[in-house]
Structures are given as structure tokens and as C-alpha cells.
């Protein structure tokens, strides 16, 4: 795995007591079932069991009726669905303590010895079940990741999983030209010019790798270059793409340009109540679901960003989310409006979204979602909870994070994102503090599935053609530990990060140990560095790449100097409290006083919701000032540490990936300084 492409699947040959048992276990498997899922799954297992044991491995095939004949073998595996396994586990366990229940994509692993498991014999051996056919590929991935990490269940129990979100998506922000916006690992994936004659080998492992961590939904294109996808000639490339990732459980939707109907279909409006757009997207769909019969449905950023919709037609976003799900219901298509509006003349861009979205709570059709980014601004290192999550009681919603690091350091510095991503999920707006569990935690609103509620959760890729996909050998974490989580939320920062680890660099202790140390703390080792205690967007106008605290420009009122950080003789910070903007008293009480209030607010939120005096003493007991001085330091240091973390143990790594990684570190560590050496001084002038 030197040049990084086989990601955490590298199955690299195992040792000892694990290399012992994926012996035992790929003795003999069978495969349950027919068709292009059930031939990758058999394919992965063989791929899996061969790389582990370092010998060639083949499953065997088999249809249901024919397992009589197979009473002479002692299966060491049998995977297959519910339906393919058929009359074999009828009565049996997964059947009887009701583990893989009906849930879509549920897995159950048997392990031997269970003596409920199976008729005759067959207790010796290991089952993965699968509910339908996705579930059995997750449980097929499952088995092949514990075994390689060595956390395999206990011999004679029983494992099942199901996932958390019904819908775990990837957004590509891939431009039909090619090029990726916000994309720093290549050029896209999809290579439009050959399809869909040639279709490239590339989107297999992309789907294997997404499938690995469970994800089921792939947005092909960038919202911002939507205006052609429609055309019938483009939708015949993308029905080429759909049909390698259906081999993998993964389900395609496109952005949608939401005046395609003017663009391409030669209509004089997009005017959502209009009939003949309402025709026109009848048709289109009908088009659409005639060639990719399992598509997915479609994702529209509308009045955002110079992007059309709604707004000019004096409609709101409910009358036009709702022509577009009307449109995609009958094919069963879910609608994805994204809540990411602002710039329509507010004095803080951070309250758009919620007053427009929280007025039309209940007025979406049932096959629409509101998918809201994380926080009110925009992927910022660190960023408050967006308060829109706690208002949408009777609409779906999504969560839309960020993977690919715009904001933080984009292909070159390593940041570990799964605590920010908990840190979000986990929040519980009736406390204000962590606690998943609570039914007022982002998490548990957005998973709650009553009145057949869609659920789900998206992410922005970070993925490209460069040889280790995602920009260094240690980007491709963020994608793995995002699908992990939308799997299963309740998994912890630590745990995701140890998996990846070994399966990507082997499983040399000290070198996982390492990894663990520089990859936890370098969220908050990014924050410190770059935007502490709640500052946000001085990043560099256009690519946001670097400091520029003081940036003096730009026509829009939301991009002048200091807008973002409000620095002024007084102090620092942008007011958002009820001497100011009032963004506070967007959210739930307690969570409005508490962050109303400079007394109450948690520090690493100051200054995003405070105008705070310099002199203002601390946690610490240093000043505002000294404070932030101190933590541009801390973030320095921190990723010096993290270099001579590596360097103990380059030499345990093969010379290129040790070589590759030191070379991102030294650039994070030059861009950590620049951001020290511009910020503090830069905010020092105005005391
Ligand atoms: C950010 C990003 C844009 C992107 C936009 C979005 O503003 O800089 O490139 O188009 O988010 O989420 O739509």
C-alpha cells in the first residue's frame, strides 16, 4: 500500500494469532446467491481472505437449492441475504433473537460455535446474514475489518449491525470539466469524455471503499455545475456510473439546476407553480427513471451563491422544493434542498438559513429533505451547532458536513475531523453540553425516525484521481471515519482512528501509537493555530487557502475587512448576543442564554457570538489578548509535535509514505507559523 490507492483495504498479510484465524476461517466459504451484488461480494472475499493469509483464496458459489449437494464440505463461512440463505436459517438464530429484523441494510455475524446457528454441522461455521443485499455486503466488510484489527466476536456469539442514518451520502462537488471546486486531490474521478463507452476500473474501488464504511448515496456532481447534467446525452454517461455503484449498495443522485427547465428545456420560466415546468420535470424524471430505475433522486442549491430559484418567482423554498419531489415521488426519488442561503441583504449572514427555513417547518412534501450544514457560517474550523436543528420538528433533515478541508488546511495539513463531526452530532440543545443520548441532541433529532421519517447525513468529498485519493496518505481517514460514523454516531473519535490506522500501516504498535497521538489533538491543534476561541473566516478571499485577518475588499458587506471578526479598539469578536445581531436567541433556552452571555458562553465559542474587551481576563486568568497569542503558540507547537511524533518512527514505514507524510507536516508547520506571525500582531494593532 506504498502509494496509498488501496486506502484501508490494503489486507495486507496478517501475523500470529490473527493470521492463524483468517486461515481457519477462509478454509471454505460459500456464497449464497446470484447477480452482479452478490458476485462483488464473493470477489471481496476473496480479494479480503487472499491478501490476510497471503494465498490465493476462492469462494464457492451456490444457489439455495443446490446446498444438498454440498453436505459433504464443512463450510468454514456462509454468507448470503435472508432471502438467498432461504430455508437454512429458518428458526435459526438471526430468525429467533430477532437480530436481523427486517431493518434494511441489518447484518448479523453467527460465529461458530453457536449451536442455534444452522441445521446439521453447520454450527462450525462463521454466517453473515444479510437483511438484503447491501446488508450483506456491510456485513461482509465488517467481518473482513475485524479480523484485520483483531476484533472478531466472541466465538459462539452473535453481532449484528445496522445502520444509524437511512441515507449516508457523498456529495461530489465535480465539475463536468473536470476539476473539483474545493477539491485538492486531482481532477475528478469521473471521467466524462470516455463515458459511458469506456467506464473506468477507478469507480469500482471508489465504490468498494465508500460501501466498506456503509455508505449508500453518491451525489455524481457539484451543485454549482448542474445547468447540463440533465441532458438526455449526460444522463446516459451517468447511467454508467449508476450501474457500478448498484453492484455496491450505492444509490446516484445529481445536482439539479433548478432553472434547467429554461437551460435545457427551452422554456420561457422555472417558475414552480408554472404547469408546463411542472410538466417538464414530470417528464424528465420519468426519462431519468427509465434508464437508472433505482436513481436516487436530486440536490438543489437554489437561491444561493448566484445559484437560481424560488426567490424569483416571489415563491418560497417549500413551493419550489415541492414541485421538484413531486416530480421524483411517483419513481419513489427523495428531494434534497440544501438550507446553505444567505446574502439577500441580512446584516449576519449566520441567521439566513434559519429564518428561512424555520418559518416553512411542515410544509414539505414527505419526500423532501432540508439538508443544513453543520454550523450557520460555513465549514469553519470550529463553529457552533446550527440552530436550524432544533427547529425543523415536521421536516426531514440532513446534516451536511465538509471532508474535503477547505477551511482547514485543504490536501496539506493532517486533521483529524471525526471529534468535530461528534462534537456537532453530539451536542444537545436541551443543556447545552454533550450528551448524545438525550432526545434534544442533534443526533437523536436527526435519527429519529417516527412517522417514516427519512433520515440521513452528507459530507462533501474530499476525493480525487491523485494516487492516494485524497491528497496525502493521511486524508482518506477523514472519508473513512465519516462513513464509520454515519454508520454509527456512537462510535468514538479513538476508535475509528485505531481501525484506519491498522489497516492502512499494519499493525505495529508503535507506529498505531503514533498515529493516535498526532491525529487526536489536531483539530484543536488546527484551531489554535488558525482560528481560536470562535474567530472565523480570516481565511484569504477566493481559494481560502492562509491568513488574511484584515482582508480590505469586496463589494459584498458580509466580505469587508473585520466583518467576520469585528476588531476595533474595544475588543474582538462578532457580537451575535442581544446587544447585537441576536443570532443568540436563535437557539432554544437554555442554549440562547447561555450563549448570550459573555459569562456563560463556552470559551471556544467567544468571539463568534461576543465583542469581547481586550483586557477581559480568561479562563486561564491571561487577558483576551494573551490568550490569543497563547493559542496561535499552542497550535505551533502543536504540529511540531506532531513531526517529531513521525519521525520516531519513519523508519518503521516504507521510505515513500514516510517520506510523503513528512513533506505535508513541514508544509503544515511553515502555514501553522504564517498564521501565528500574520494574526497576533495583525490583532495586537487595534489594542
Ligand atoms: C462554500 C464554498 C463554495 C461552495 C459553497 C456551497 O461557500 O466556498 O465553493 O459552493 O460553500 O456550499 O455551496
Given amino acids: 500500500n506504498c502509494s496509498g490507492y ?30 452482479p451484488v452478490m458476485a462483488n461480494v464473493a470477489a471481496e472475499l476473496e480479494r479480503g481472505f487472499s491478501g490476510l493469509t ?19 464440505s464443512r463450510p468454514s463461512i456462509i454468507a448470503g441475504t435472508k432471502h438467498s440463505l ?89 465539475n463536468f470539466d473536470g476539476t473539483i471546486e474545493r477539491g485538492y486531490a486531482g481532477k475528478s474521478l469521473w471521467k466524462w469524455h470516455e463515458l459511458p463507452d469506456r467506464v473506468d476500473n477507478r469507480y469500482t474501488d471508489y465504490a468498494r471503499a465508500c460501501a466498506s464504511v456503509g455508505l449508500n448515496g453518491s451525489v455524481l456532481n457539484n451543485v454549482n455545475d448542474a445547468q447540463t447534467v440533465l441532458q438526455s446525452g449526460n444522463l446516459r454517461k451517468v447511467k454508467a456510473i449508476a450501474q457500478v455503484l448498484a453492484g455496491w449498495g450505492i444509490r446516484t443522485f445529481l445536482s439539479v439546476n433548478f432553472a434547467s427547465p429554461m ?65 421524483l415521488a411517483p419513481h419513489g426519488g427523495v428531494l434534497i434542498w440544501r438550507a446553505f442561503v444567505y446574502g439577500h441583504g441580512e446584516a449576519d449572514r449566520a441567521k439566513t438559513a434559519y429564518s428561512t427555513f424555520s418559518a416553512l417547518d411542515g410544509e414539505f412534501d414527505d419526500n ?11 465549514f469553519q474550523p470550529r463553529e457552533p451547532v446550527h440552530p436550524l436543528f432544533s427547529h425543523l ?25 471525526a471529534p468535530m463531526w461528534k462534537e456537532i452530532l453530539d451536542f444537545d440543545f436541551a443543556s447545552g453540553l454533550s450528551n448524545p443520548e438525550s432526545p434534544s441532541s442533534v443526533v437523536s433529532r436527526l435519527t429519529n425516525e417516527r412517522n417514516g421519517r427519512i433520515t440521513g447525513i452528507a459530507a462533501v468529498s474530499n476525493i480525487g484521481d491523485e494516487e492516494t485519493w485524497c491528497g496525502s496518505h493521511f486524508h482518506p481517514l477523514n472519508w473513512y471515519a465519516y462513513g464509520r460514523l454515519a454508520w454509527n454516531p456512537g462510535l468514538s473519535s479513538e476508535a475509528i482512528a485505531e481501525e484506519w490506522a491498522v489497516q492502512t500501516f499494519g499493525s505495529d504498535e508503535k507506529v498505531i501509537d503514533v498515529c493516535m497521538r498526532m491525529l487526536l489533538p489536531s483539530w484543536e491543534t488546527c484551531i489554535n493555530y488558525m482560528t481560536p476561541l470562535g474567530l472565523h473566516h480570516i481565511m484569504k478571499e477566493g481559494h481560502h487557502y492562509g491568513p488574511d485577518p484584515g482582508f480590505d475588499g469586496g463589494e459584498r458587506e458580509d466580505w469587508r475587512s473585520t466583518y467576520y471578526h469585528r476588531a476595533d479598539r474595544k475588543g474582538l469578536g462578532f457580537d451575535r448576543s442581544p446587544t ?12 440562547s442564554s447561555l450563549f448570550g452571555s459573555m459569562d456563560t458562553c463556552p470559551e471556544k465559542y467567544l468571539l463568534w457570538f461576543h465583542h469581547v474587551p481586550w483586557d477581559r481576563k480568561l479562563s486561564s486568568g491571561r487577558t483576551l489578548m494573551d490568550e490569543i497569542e497563547e493559542r496561535y503558540k499552542t497550535g505551533v507547537s502543536g504540529v511540531e509535535g506532531m513531526i517529531s511524533h513521525w519521525d520516531e518512527v519513519s523508519e518503521r514505514i516504507d521510505p515513500q509514505r514516510a517520506r510523503a507524510v513528512r513533506e505535508k507536516l513541514e508544509i503544515q508547520l511553515a502555514d501553522a507559523r504564517e498564521w501565528m506571525e500574520v494574526c497576533v500582531p495583525y490583532f495586537r494593532s487595534f489594542k
Fill in 54 to 72: 497471503g494465498e490465493k483464496v476462492k469462494t464457492v458459489r451456490l444457489i439455495n437449492s443446490q446446498r444438498n449437494d454440498s453436505t459433504r
Fill in 393 to 417: 420538528h415536521s421536516t426531514n433533515s440532513f446534516m451536511e458536513f465538509q471532508i474535503t478541508q477547505e477551511y482547514l488546511g485543504q490536501g496539506n495539513h493532517i486533521v483529524y475531523l
Fill in 368 to 378: 423532501c429533505v432540508i439538508q443544513i450544514k453543520n454550523g450557520a457560517i460555513d
Fill in 6 to 35: 488501496d486506502l484501508w483495504m490494503a489486507y495486507n498479510r496478517l501475523s500470529g494469532e490473527r493470521l492463524a484465524m483468517a486461515e481457519d476461517l477462509c478454509r471454505e466459504i460459500h456464497v449464497y446467491g446470484e447477480g
Fill in 580 to 591: 447585537g445581531t441576536k443570532a443568540t436567541e436563535q437557539y432554544p433556552e437554555p442554549c
Fill in 263 to 327: 437551460i435545457i428545456g427551452g422554456l420561457d420560466t422555472a417558475d414552480p407553480l408554472d404547469p408546463e415546468v411542472r410538466q417538464w420535470w414530470m417528464e424528465k424524471c420519468d426519462e431519468i427513471y427509465a434508464l437508472i430505475p433505482d436513481f436516487g433522486g436530486f440536490l438543489v442549491k437554489a437561491d444561493s451563491e448566484g445559484q437560481p430559484g424560488p426567490f424569483s418567482y416571489n415563491r418560497n423554498h417549500a413551493q419550489g422544493a415541492n414541485m421538484l419531489a413531486r416530480a
Fill in 86 to 174: 432461504g430455508e437454512m436459517i429458518q428458526g435459526t438464530g438471526p430468525e429467533s433473537d430477532g437480530s436481523v429484523n427486517g431493518k434494511p441494510e441489518a447484518f448479523t455475524l453467527i460465529m461458530p460455535g453457536n449451536s442455534e446457528s444452522g441445521h446439521g454441522g453447520e454450527s462450525d461455521a462463521l454466517w453473515v446474514i444479510g437483511e438484503d443485499e447491501p446488508a450483506l455486503i456491510y456485513g461482509v466488510f465488517e467481518l473482513l475489518r475485524r479480523i484485520t484489527t483483531g476484533h472478531l466476536p466472541e466465538p459462539g456469539s452473535t453481532y449484528s449491525g445496522s445502520p444509524a442514518f437511512n441515507w449516508r451520502m457523498l456529495n461530489h462537488w465535480d
